[in-house]
């Protein structure tokens, strides 16, 4: 796994799709914005199987991406996560 974690604006954390995303030029097809905080990474562990994630947060709750890791791990799901400019 892949981490990058980018500097923005702290504010509440959303996901977005990307729609067109070309995986195969490891394209992002999946964004997350903003702070991390409690669940926002592990209670959408199913809708990110099989996509290419990109991360951009200023940082928030470690034990959030501690077990979003954890999870990733469990189920095997490979995530790679590119650093967003």
């Known amino acids: 796994m892949i981490l990058g974690l980018a500097t923005s604006e702290a504010h509440a954390g959303t996901w977005y799709d990307i729609p067109g995303a070309n995986v195969e030029l490891r394209e992002c097809n999946k964004k997350f914005e903003g702070v991390i905080e409690a669940g926002d990474l592990t209670n959408n562990i199913e809708s990110l199987i099989d996509r290419r994630i990109c991360l951009n947060s200023p940082g928030g709750s470690l034990s959030e991406v501690t077990?979003?890791?954890?999870?990733?791990?469990?189920?095997?799901?490979?995530v790679l996560v590119a650093m967003m400019q």
């Open 67 to 78: 077990e979003f890791i954890q999870l990733i791990q469990e189920k095997m799901v490979l």
